[in-house]
């Protein structure tokens, strides 16, 4: 048996009311444990932003370019990012086990580019999120779509599962061809992604009126990096964004697709992370670009 526990050397601050820190992200006061503390594995509490990679472009377009070989262009990468984004199947068979940072898995799929892309199901079982470690799952919602109500309803049964098993919901909003990135439309999408349900939301950047768009979002917003672009213009986009009241960035292309990829992503690490300029993030992708990063 133990020996008795002395009273006489416990300390227990009569004095001092116990503490009960507010959870740092926007929205997510009134979330279970397990839920916080997987968007902290996202999200870094001293800034309450992220740097999210998304690799995950293969699930409906195939190998695309930079994406052809995962374990030689991206694994060297993912130290650096605070999140992947990322299919079950390239998880699974690529990345390494033993990677600490956040993970978001593609849960929602269907057609390929060949087909109408809107038309999509659930494609991952909340048991397997969950067995893989997931930090979240994330869903495309086509508002505005020819299915827009099937993705709606994706999102949401996903929603229910992610709070039976304190797993959040990225919710992605799917801007077609033949729709306007605009701020009315970001708008629309962004709230009505967050009032189903979902803990964060992933957007496309627009040049006026984003911080509306940021504003009438009442959880994270993630700015989309999109298509490639030069990675001036690139980092430009992600301070205007982070300016404008974005939680991170979640960038593919305008990474994995940089001349310097390891470079590309310091820059705007130092962006998000650490408010640098566009200059400044310039001249760090540079010096990365001619040390070989």
Same mark, same amino acid.
């Given at each position: 048996? &133990?020996?008795?526990?002395?009273?006489?050397?416990?300390?227990?601050?009569?004095?001092?009311?116990?503490?009960?820190? $507010?959870?740092?992200?926007?929205?997510?006061?009134?979330?279970?444990?397990?839920?916080? %503390?997987?968007?902290?594995?996202?999200?870094?509490?001293?800034?309450?932003?992220?740097?999210?990679?998304?690799?995950? %472009?293969?699930?409906?377009?195939?190998?695309? #370019?930079?994406?052809?070989?995962?374990?030689?262009? =991206?694994?060297?990468?993912?130290?650096?990012?605070?999140?992947?984004?990322?299919?079950?199947?390239?998880?699974? #068979?690529?990345?390494?086990?033993?990677?600490?940072?956040?993970?978001?898995?593609?849960?929602?799929?269907?057609?390929?580019?060949?087909?109408?892309?809107?038309?999509?199901?659930?494609?991952?079982?909340?048991?397997?999120?969950?067995?893989?470690?997931?930090?979240?799952?994330?869903?495309?919602?086509?508002?505005?779509?020819?299915?827009?109500?099937?993705? @709606? %309803?994706?999102?949401?049964?996903?929603?229910?599962?992610?709070?039976?098993?304190?797993?959040?919901?990225?919710?992605?909003?799917?801007?077609?061809?033949?729709? @306007?990135?605009?701020?009315?439309?970001?708008?629309?999408?962004?709230? =009505?992604?967050?009032?189903?349900?979902?803990?964060?939301?992933?957007?496309?950047?627009?040049?006026?009126?984003?911080?509306?768009?940021?504003?009438?979002?009442?959880? &994270?917003?993630?700015?989309?990096?999109?298509?490639?672009?030069?990675?001036?213009?690139?980092?430009?986009?992600?301070?205007?964004?982070?300016? $404008?009241?974005? $939680?991170?960035?979640?960038?593919?292309?305008?990474?994995?697709?940089?001349?310097?990829?390891?470079?590309?992503?310091?820059?705007?690490?130092?962006?998000?992370?650490?408010?640098?300029?566009?200059?400044?993030?310039?001249?760090?992708?540079?010096?990365?670009?001619?040390?070989?990063?």
């Amino acid at each position: 048996m &133990p020996e008795a526990d002395s009273t006489s050397s416990k300390q227990f601050h009569e004095d001092v009311p116990q503490r009960n820190e $507010a959870f740092f992200l926007k929205g997510a006061g009134a979330y279970d444990w397990g839920m916080q %503390h997987r968007l902290a594995q996202i999200f870094r509490p001293e800034t309450g932003r992220t740097v999210m990679l998304a690799i995950d %472009h293969g699930y409906f377009q195939g190998p695309t #370019s930079g994406l052809e070989r995962v374990d030689l262009n =991206i694994v060297p990468l993912v130290s650096h990012a605070d999140a992947l984004m990322v299919t079950r199947g390239i998880l699974r #068979s690529v990345i390494p086990a033993a990677m600490q940072h956040g993970l978001v898995l593609r849960a929602s799929g269907g057609p390929s580019i060949l087909k109408e892309l809107s038309n999509e199901q659930i494609a991952m079982d909340m048991d397997d999120a969950v067995r893989l470690g997931a930090s979240a799952v994330a869903v495309q919602v086509f508002i505005g779509g020819e299915y827009e109500t099937q993705s @709606v %309803h994706n999102l949401t049964r996903l929603v229910d599962a992610g709070y039976r098993h304190g797993v959040p919901v990225l919710g992605v909003t799917a801007v077609g061809k033949e729709l @306007v990135r605009d701020a009315r439309y970001l708008g629309l999408a962004t709230r =009505i992604i967050a009032e189903l349900g979902a803990q964060l939301v992933k957007t496309y950047y627009c040049d006026v009126g984003f911080e509306q768009v940021v504003a009438g979002c009442p959880v &994270p917003i993630i700015m989309a990096g999109g298509k490639k672009q030069p990675e001036r213009d690139a980092l430009t986009m992600a301070r205007r964004a982070i300016d $404008a009241g974005a $939680a991170g960035v979640d960038m593919g292309r305008n990474i994995f697709q940089s001349a310097a990829p390891l470079a590309m992503l310091t820059a705007v690490r130092g962006v998000v992370h650490d408010g640098l300029t566009v200059n400044q993030a310039m001249d760090l992708f540079e010096s990365g670009r001619g040390a070989g990063a």
